[in-house]
């Protein structure tokens, strides 16, 4: 007999995981699934990242715990032409994806975590595992779900004799949504008022379909820490390589999460730190990759936004990423006659009726019963969409032809909700 930590006794399987291995193991079983549950890149890694891997596979010697220090640099100077921010490199850490590194900074940070509702699947049960007080902060889809500077603001405001650390996300996962430069202005005044410590979660930032992301870190270096890595924007999710960089005024946390790191995951593995060096130099060839992943995702956007508003369910057009967060609210009534009353119970009847997976709202801290949903429209072969990108105009046409699973299964929720 043993028994368990009282933090992960009721802790389930990430859902993010736990629905990739549910659709997964129905389609090895005969069924065929749409796979909107996961959010992983569609896209394959650049071919230039790939080949540096392959130049570099051969070493085997462990790399510092902060990090490769070509790796460092390059991480800085990518802030330092695509933000305007500087980093020290030696604050520069890298780890084994950036879930690792957010779980290590709230280690060995101690203060309560401020989080918007809704937010990423992962933030609130690593506070649990480590006993921390978790806060959620209303948003509302009037505002896209953006965190408002007032609501930050008034909980601060009563709520003052504590650390505060907040995990901003954006372009946002699972909304899609971003944050207009003059909100980064005013939530950076909030956040320096309080001395709210800030880790700003980019790790789409270079999925803003138009290519114009900007971090709060500019409004606010002294107090963010930027969190981004491989796994979106390069396709590079199963390399787990993720990236802190954090500023002069907190060069005490970058020390001491290398600490921790050192008693842990040691270092990320060799070759990969060395290919990442190729893929924070974002020349031409990277320009191209990112131009055409971003074309694609902005027309799948935009064809979803259309279908879903045309017959009432609720969404923003997306700004970024590959995520919606749709509202089925209005179809309640119609809903509740066949058994359905929670987000989750929308789900599961989804997947039995439609054969298409997603992921309920209160995985992403909404009430159940507000039967919001979060969608990832990656079900498609990327590689295939990015070579045809080239030559092909990203229309409708191109869609139907290169994206069909996600096509398919938009329609097929549109076809289901308005035939209830």
Known sequence: ?????????????????????????????????????????????????????????????????????????????????SQGVRFNPDNILI??????????????MYGELLLASPSWVSYAPQSKILGRNLVWLETKEEDDWLLMPDVVDNYCKNNKYSQKIIILNYPNNPTGKTYPLELLRDLAEVFRKHGVIVISDEIYGELHHEGKHISIAKF????????????????????????????????????????????????????IQYAAVRAF????????????????????????????????????????????????????????????????????RALEDIQVAFLPGDDFGRPEDELTARIAYVDFDGKLALEAAKNEEVNEEFLRKYCSNTVVAIDRICDWVAGL
């Not at 399987?13 to 193991?25: G, M, Q, Y």
């Not at 969190?227 to 979106?232: P, V």
């Not at 970024?320 to 929670?342: D, E, H, M, W």
Request: one cysteine or more; a positive charge; hydrophobic letters at 40%.
């Open 281 to 348: 130099n974002i020349d031409e060839a990277l320009q191209d990759y990112l131009k055409r992943s971003r074309a694609i995702l902005k027309a799948l956007a935009k064809y979803i936004f259309d279908k879903f508003n045309k017959v009432g369910i609720s969404v923003s057009l997306a700004d970024g990423a590959f995520y919606y967060l749709p509202n089925f609210s209005k179809f309640k009534k119609q809903f509740n006659k066949i058994g359905i009353k929670t987000s989750r119970e929308l789900c599961k």
């Open 1 to 81: 007999m043993f028994c368990l930590n009282m933090n992960v006794k009721d802790l389930p399987l990430s859902a993010t995981l736990e629905i990739n291995e549910k659709s997964n193991e129905l389609l090895e079983n005969g069924f065929k699934v749409y796979k909107l549950g996961l959010g992983q890149s569609p896209f394959n890694v650049p071919d230039p990242v790939v080949e540096e891997l392959k130049r570099y596979a051969h070493v085997k010697d462990y790399l510092p715990v902060k990090g490769l220090k070509r790796l460092r640099e390059a991480v800085s100077e990518y802030y330092l032409k």
């Open 95 to 108: 780890g084994p994806g950036s879930k690792e590194l957010m779980f290590i900074a709230q280690l060995v």
């Open 220 to 271: 606010y270096p002294e107090g963010t820490i930027i969190s981004s890595g491989l796994s979106k924007w390069a396709g590079a999710g199963g390399w787990r390589l993720g990236t802190f960089a954090i500023p002069d005024e907190l060069k005490i946390l970058a020390d001491k999460m290398a600490s921790v790191a050192s008693e842990t995951f040691t270092s990320v593995s060799a070759p």
